[in-house]
């Protein structure tokens, strides 16, 4: 799967991830229902992390379209409730 962080870049994760990202998607989409900044901050910084982390920076050079686009680090509540979608960020 090819992730994609605004501002950064895009990174290939491996499918093995994605219950490990869907379950921090979650605790984002709570944070924002909630309109919990302080957790919605925590959250997001966290699959941030973790994309970073088991994800491979994808090829610069390659025209592929990502699979997943998440938001930049420093994206505020309102931002990100828009983006979401019934799936949250992570659809699956």
Do not use: K
């Not at 994760?13 to 924002?32: H, P, W």
């Not at 957790?39 to 994800?55: I, K, N, Q």
Request: glycine share 6%.
């Amino acid at each position: 799967m090819i992730v994609r962080i605004l501002g950064e870049g895009q990174f290939d994760v491996a499918d093995s991830a994605v219950d490990r990202l869907n379950a921090l998607d979650a605790q984002v989409e709570a944070a924002v229902e909630a309109d919990d900044t302080d957790a919605f901050s925590a959250a997001l910084g966290e699959l941030l992390d973790v994309v970073r982390s088991v994800g491979v920076p994808h090829d610069a050079e390659a025209i592929d379209v990502s699979d997943v686009v998440l938001p930049p680090a420093d994206a505020t509540v309102a931002e990100v409730r828009e983006m979401l979608s019934d799936d949250g960020l992570i659809p699956g």
